[in-house]
């Protein structure tokens, strides 16, 4: 009988099948050029674009595809069949390494900030070598990057690949003073747990609202929310447990170890959690992954929402990013050692990440934003949107230790009954404090987990972001430890190190509750930012430290940097229109019209009664009078206010504006429109209420 693992991979041209299809010398040729020891010459491009065509064919691949993630948040395609006309005119299935390696879709259609003009359409995409190429619906998709004709990157995987390698270079320099000349590389590690919800998809098809933006613009809580806990880890409605098979399947065949799934907090809501893998790995598989939730439950007539809040008044997605750097030989960087030597490159890099966070909590808000994600960050269910750390008791005091501590990791005149962190830290248990799930960034034993990220995003920017701001603390420490020419007197320095940036970052370190008023105003007396929307945290890519940050190690221009500021604000602009033109026209189809309905029924019943007519009734008809005439004008006053910042030109003023003044008014229209629901039946409106949608899969 044949196990449901199997076809773990099978759709995948993994390093093994490279192994066995390619002969010796071109498969080494390719590890090479992996590593960057080596480049790619035609024959060998050949050899690997004709094994990889025979290998495609055999699983019934009939086209291919440079698959690549532009700036606009997803991923795209186009497809060209292997098919063609030889010299006699017969079909022959051709792929050549030109093919392979190169291709050129239109630019001039996809987001470019000004870097395209509508004119120049020649863009270009690049086989990325460190990511398999896979196999879905019969195409052979080979992951790339997407750059302009002058060599810009129009795409978020061309940063994220350079930033990988600044970190590399950055943490084998470290870990090479610090004593480990044997380390070689260094990849950062990333595990992103992907939180979604699942509704029917009847219900979502009759509404607007979840079609167009992948929210409700309205709708009144259901009698029942979340309050019971009753949904959180709780057994797995079989329409549930059926689509999540068919997830695990399409996964594992795509060599994507899904390794956990459960109920999540609110009705309806699910996560689901790999194993982790290398970054630009496992950002390529969470795009695979959305897509797979999302398509798989059109086939179990279900509907995936990703967005990160799209009900009220119960807790909304994200997708944990959790982050850590491992060196060629399998060490965690952010795990104690069993040596005291280990120790103190284990503190040096937890050290390196607080100064890295404190210095630029700006642009990690940013790089964890969107315009969904407004919704999430600083309710009571998500990280706050000022940048904390939360360490753990046990780490802190050992931090706490060597900040009082003016000695040395050697000092002679320590008594045996010392506390001394550099040899204790050998006993650090995973699990060495509780977990602060109101800390947009916790240190979790070997790991730091960055919360904030939305659930609907691409996880590539966070992670550019990451490693680039950590590869600049770790080469800072660097410079400082290089020309010492005694390796203890390299370690004793990395403590004071430490004990400087303990003392300069130490306001970034909180272990309290985010989401109390307490910390707000803590944070504020500390002097951390606050930054409220998403479209504010925009500024920080035109700021000459981020500009320098990402230019000096060369994972962004300035120019390309200038133009993701657009992208993102021009993003915003049009994202938040779509949901003022989807409330208005639904205001206008299917509230007014049902409240108009509702209020002649009451009118006629009133007139039949005559004197003996209820005081219920006349109740009713006057709030329902009221109501239509507070809904037509606060309908009045969110067009007139959105068509006035239609006209304004600058991306981030008219963002600004969205922010500040259409969203009161969209939140001010709901609750009028949440009002009516509480008081009308289902012969009068006709939209899926939350108690039809949230508790529909028990």
């Given at each position: 009988m044949k196990t449901p693992y199997e076809d773990f991979g099978s759709m995948v041209f993994s390093e093994r099948e490279m192994e066995e299809r390619l002969p010796r010398p071109v498969y080494q040729s390719?590890?090479?050029?992996?590593?960057?020891?080596?480049?790619?010459?035609?024959?060998?491009a050949d050899a690997i674009a004709h094994a990889m065509k025979l290998w495609a064919i055999e699983k019934g691949a009939t086209h291919f595809t440079h698959w690549f993630q532009p700036l606009t948040g997803s991923t795209a395609e186009k497809h060209d069949t292997f098919l063609e006309p030889d010299s006699s005119g017969q079909p022959i299935a051709r792929f050549s390494g030109k093919m392979l390696i190169k291709g050129e879709p239109d630019a001039s259609s996809f987001p470019s900030g000004g870097l395209r003009a509508t004119f120049e359409a020649r863009g270009y995409t690049y086989w990325d070598l460190t990511s398999p190429a896979f196999i879905r619906d019969n195409v052979l998709c080979i992951p790339t990057i997407f750059v302009s004709y002058n060599g810009e990157a129009l795409d978020r995987k061309d940063p994220l690949l350079k930033s990988i390698k600044a970190i590399n270079d950055a943490s084998v320099r470290l870990v090479n003073l610090l004593g480990d000349k044997d380390v070689k590389t260094c990849h950062p590690s990333v595990g992103l747990e992907q939180e979604y919800f699942l509704i029917d998809r009847a219900y979502f098809d009759r509404r607007i609202d979840l079609r167009l933006t992948g929210r409700t613009l309205f709708g009144s809580s259901a009698p029942k929310r979340q309050e019971l806990d009753d949904h959180y880890f709780g057994s797995i409605p079989g329409r549930v447990a059926a689509f999540m098979k068919d997830v695990n399947e399409e996964l594992w065949k795509l060599g994507i170890y899904a390794k956990t799934e459960h109920n999540e907090v609110a009705p309806g809501q699910f996560e689901l959690a790999p194993v982790f893998s290398e970054a630009n790995i496992a950002v390529d598989q969470n795009q695979l992954t959305m897509d797979i939730l999302r398509k798989t439950a059109e086939k179990h007539g279900l509907a995936c929402l990703l967005h990160e809040k799209p009900f009220d008044g119960i807790n909304g997605s994200g997708k944990h990013n959790n982050y850590s750097i491992v060196t060629n030989d399998g060490q965690n960087l952010f795990s104690p050692g069993d040596k005291p030597a280990e120790n103190i490159r284990f503190l040096t890099f937890i050290c390196a990440f607080i100064k890295a966070v404190d210095t630029y909590p700006t642009l990690l808000r940013l790089s964890a934003s969107c315009t969904g994600n407004d919704h999430r960050l600083g309710a009571n269910e998500a990280p706050p949107a000022i940048i904390s750390i939360y360490l753990g008791s046990y780490i802190d005091s050992i931090l706490y230790s060597i900040y009082q501590d003016n000695g040395s990791a050697s000092d002679p005149s320590r008594s045996k009954g010392d506390f001394n962190p550099i040899t204790n830290l050998s006993y650090v248990p995973h699990d060495n404090s509780d977990r602060n799930r109101t800390s947009p960034v916790a240190f979790t034993g070997n790991k730091f987990e960055?919360?904030?990220?939305?659930?609907?995003?691409?996880?590539?920017?966070?992670?550019?972001?990451?490693?680039?701001i950590m590869a600049e603390s770790l080469n800072e420490i660097s410079s400082q430890l290089e020309g010492i020419k005694y390796i203890q007197d390299i370690r004793d320095k990395a403590l004071q190190i430490c004990r400087q940036i303990i003392h300069d970052h130490k306001r970034i370190l909180f272990s309290g509750d985010g989401y109390s008023d307490e910390w707000a105003k803590e944070a504020k007396r500390r002097g951390l930012p606050s930054v409220r929307s998403f479209i504010e945290s925009t500024r920080i890519l035109d700021d000459p430290k981020v500009v320098e940050l990402f230019t000096s190690l060369g994972v962004y221009s300035q120019v390309e940097l200038s133009a993701n500021r657009r992208i993102l604000e021009e993003l915003y602009i049009k994202k938040m229109g779509i949901e003022v033109r989807t409330m208005l026209q639904m205001t206008r189809k299917d509230v007014l019209p049902a409240m108009v309905a509702q209020l002649k029924f009451c009118s006629e019943a009133a007139n039949a009664a005559g004197k003996v007519c209820p005081a219920y009734l006349k109740n009713l008809q006057k709030s329902l009078s009221t109501l239509i005439d507070s809904v037509d004008e606060a309908y009045k006053?969110?067009?007139t206010t959105y068509e006035a910042i239609d006209t304004v030109t600058n991306p981030y003023a008219a963002g600004l504006e969205m922010y500040t003044k259409i969203n009161p008014k969209m939140d001010a229209l709901r609750r009028l429109i949440d009002k009516f629901e509480?008081?009308?039946?289902?012969?009068?409106?006709?939209?899926?209420?939350?108690e039809d949608m949230l508790f529909s899969l028990q």
């Open positions: 390719w590890k090479r050029t992996v590593v960057n020891e080596g480049t790619l010459d035609r024959v060998t960055f919360r904030m990220v939305g659930s609907s995003m691409s996880a590539a920017f966070p992670n550019t972001v990451l490693n680039s006053d969110l067009e509480t008081i009308t039946t289902p012969d009068f409106y006709h939209l899926p209420l939350y």
